[in-house]
């Protein structure tokens, strides 16, 4: 109690005796210099980029689990964010190993008085194998009184190549976030947030990155609530099926023994001399090298992403996604969870390429299943690929009715994991739900079929996140602006009362979202579109008969769903 005390007195000395652009503030590992911002609506704001929360993973590290960073002399400035992790397809100067930093964007520090306010810390998406913090805008955020942190972590090989025993257990990436978190919960007092209402949210890859992390019971504590926008950790994609294989693979590229040799120390030696940008490269070709609709990542799974460890020291998951959920076994925060309308409008942009995917299903029906079925009998996983069609399109080509197609896509790839993963997280802990159906210009989305829905994966965001003259929405419509007053609303009201609508909001339209409970049949959430609306059970026409589908196979130790 003393330490802090005297901390807090020295960061109010050295906040005191420094300009107003050059704030200063003391960490146990050395004091750092940070930046003053305003936004667009003249709120200053204070900016710490670039803050080591972990040992650079180079050399002996790369694959191991991170460790906290060293102490530094002197001041570090931490003024702009210039590194982003290895990553596929970026090949940009900002590429290094040396990545793991964390952001902080406050309103206020602590002065002659004590600041105690809400955290959300933002965890990118980008599939495992892409995105960046220097991606995430802040403005809005801190208009409402909110710290934004935003986070690196280690992506694709680097993150989470996986040899599936004790060699290289795999999933750094996660324990990457695990740290960060950590670390903002262990500092956030230094810079004017509360340790104790702390919001850990992100989307797509970010969302279930989260989730991943409500999982892991070593995050008791240090946080006190979670967002998560499309993605869950019972989506298919989130899962990497065949992890010890697609290292080697990967590495072959580099070297051809390994074809054959499947030694995983000789592995894990040879790859600890190769140059990152080589790995890199070579996790690249093994991608391209594997492209296909008969496995296509978003709906089975992508090549890099978390695994199932085995039991090692340093571990963060040991058992199947699905069981943890439906036992409960879970972080029991408050959780606000839900989707865009038409997630699987963002990767079908091309009518001609779709119908050319979707013929190919027509021809394989047991592409359409998904890996987690657990279906090996060929026969067999073709009549369910049937079943699954008719779903959709009551048995008539897909290649003729892309919109369904896309709705398939949409459903197998998000929206089914992520009902599934709010109905059992409503069994421990406060949930909300909602669907972002918002179809304005400021979402960016320009593609639309027939039979569809009309809001793509990432929409969202648009309405979330800003920076500077990019806050300036004055020149879309009115519903436009009033729709990221709304969500922005929703989402800082969720980070301080752990409620999107805490009381009555003309903004909100005087709406009292519903908890989530299924326990009486219903599924109630609000439909966030020009209007708020309070609807019940969401993709009605086709969530049911997956469950009903999932549930013939007999099955219990499903691991995404």
């Known amino acids: ?180 978190i950590k670390w ?67 590495a072959a590229f580099l070297n051809a023994t390994f074809i054959d040799n499947r030694n995983s120390q000789a592995l894990l030696s040879f790859l600890l001399t190769v140059d990152a940008e080589k790995l890199d490269t070579a996790s690249e070709q093994y991608h391209n090298s594997e492209a296909g609709p008969e496995d296509t990542e978003i709906l089975q799974g992508f090549y890099w992403a978390p695994v199932v460890e085995v039991k090692n020291p340093d571990a963060f998951l040991t058992k199947k996604m699905f069981g943890l959920l439906q036992a409960g076994n879970v972080v029991a925060v408050p959780l606000l969870i839900g989707m865009t309308s038409e997630e699987a409008l963002s990767f079908n942009r091309n009518a001609d390429t779709l119908k050319s995917a979707m013929a190919a299903y027509d021809q394989n029906l047991a592409w359409l299943v998904p890996n987690d079925m657990q279906i090996t009998d060929e026969a067999n996983r073709t009549e369910i690929g049937r079943l699954i069609r008719e779903i959709y399109t009551e048995g008539e080509p897909l290649a003729e009715h892309l919109g369904d197609g896309v709705r398939y896509s949409s459903d197998t790839s998000f929206t089914r994991s992520v009902i599934k993963h709010a109905e059992l997280h409503s069994k421990v802990a406060t949930t909300f739900f909602y669907q972002f159906s918002y179809d304005g210009q400021l979402g960016g989305n320009d593609v639309h079929y027939d039979g569809a829905e009309n809001v793509a994966h990432s ?35 969720f980070a301080k009362y752990r409620n999107p609508t805490p009381e009555p909001s003309e903004l909100l339209q005087n709406v009292t979202w519903p908890l989530l409970s299924t326990d009486d049949g219903d599924f109630l959430y609000v439909d966030i579109n020009e209007n708020l609306e309070i609807k019940n059970h969401p993709k009605e026409g086709t969530y049911g008969k997956w469950i009903e589908l999932y549930d013939s196979l007999g099955l219990i130790d499903f691991d995404t769903y």
């Open 459 to 493: 929409e969202d965001n648009r309405y979330i996140f800003c920076s500077g003259n990019g806050c300036d929405v004055g020149g879309y419509p009115e519903s436009d602006q009033i729709t990221a007053e709304r969500m922005i609303s929703i989402w800082t009201n």
């Open 184 to 250: 903002v919960h262990d500092n956030i007092n230094l810079f004017g947030g509360d340790p104790e209402k702390i919001t850990i949210f992100g989307q797509s890859a970010g969302s279930a990155s989260c989730a991943y992390q409500l999982l892991n019971q070593e995050g008791k504590g240090l946080f006190s609530g979670a967002i998560l926008q499309s993605g869950s950790s019972l989506s298919p994609w989130a899962f990497q099926r065949r992890a010890r294989e697609i290292a080697f693979d990967t």
């Open 1 to 180: 109690m003393l330490l802090n005390v005297l901390v807090s007195f020295f960061v109010a000395i050295q906040i005191c005796t420094s300009v107003a652009q050059d704030p200063l503030v003391q960490l146990p590992n050395g004091l750092i210099r940070g930046r003053q911002g305003v936004t667009i609506r003249n709120k200053s704001y204070y900016a710490f980029e670039k803050i080591p929360y972990a040992t650079p993973p180079v050399g002996e590290l790369r694959f191991k689990a991170p460790i906290p960073p060293s102490n530094w002399e002197g001041t570090l400035d931490t003024l702009h964010l210039d590194v982003t992790c290895y990553q596929q397809n970026a090949n940009s100067n900002y590429e290094s190993e040396d990545c793991l930093y964390v952001n902080v964007f406050t309103p206020e520090l602590p002065d002659t008085e004590a600041v105690a306010l809400p955290v959300m810390l933002y965890i990118h998406g980008g599939g495992f194998v892409g995105g960046s913090s220097m991606n995430v805008a802040s403005d809005r955020i801190i208009e409402n009184d909110v710290i934004l942190v935003t986070i690196n972590y280690r992506l694709g090989p680097f993150g989470f190549l996986s040899t599936q025993d004790e060699i290289i257990p795999g999933n750094n990436g996660l324990k990457d976030q695990h740290l960060a």
